[in-house]
Nanobody, 124 residues
């Protein structure tokens, strides 16, 4: 599967963005999906993940109810709605996918396919 992330941009603190991850090559419903991010000078970190049918979602503690992950398997797209953005959210955001059974959804090694990343910049 090929993943294409989009929707990043420049936003003021307190603003919102919605990221999209479009999949091609295979039906997205076969994949457990995640979002990760990497800020300048920092390690890539887990943000959120969603089960294949969208019934379960998981978030990093720093999300604090501000972000929502969702998916539309009919459109082969996963979304990350980000509200109340903070300067600390500035990073390149990546979507990731796996067909395997995920034992640790926060670990990058669990995911086999990655999008190219989309830049999110939050100005304070």
């Amino acid at each position: 599967v090929q993943l294409q992330a989009s929707g990043g941009g420049l936003v003021q603190a307190g603003g919102s963005l919605r990221l999209s991850c479009a999949a091609s090559g295979r039906t997205l419903g076969s994949y457990f999906m995640g979002w990760f991010r990497q800020a300048p000078g920092k390690e890539r970190e887990f943000v959120a993940a969603i089960s294949r049918d969208g019934s379960e979602s998981y978030y990093a503690n720093f999300v604090k109810g501000r972000f929502t992950i969702s998916r539309d398997n009919a459109r082969n797209t996963v979304y990350l709605q980000m509200n109340s953005l903070e300067a600390e959210d500035t990073a390149v955001y990546y979507c990731a996918a796996t067909v395997r059974i995920v034992l640790s959804k926060t670990q990058q090694s669990q995911y086999d396919y990655w999008g190219q990343g989309t830049q999110v910049t939050v100005s304070s």
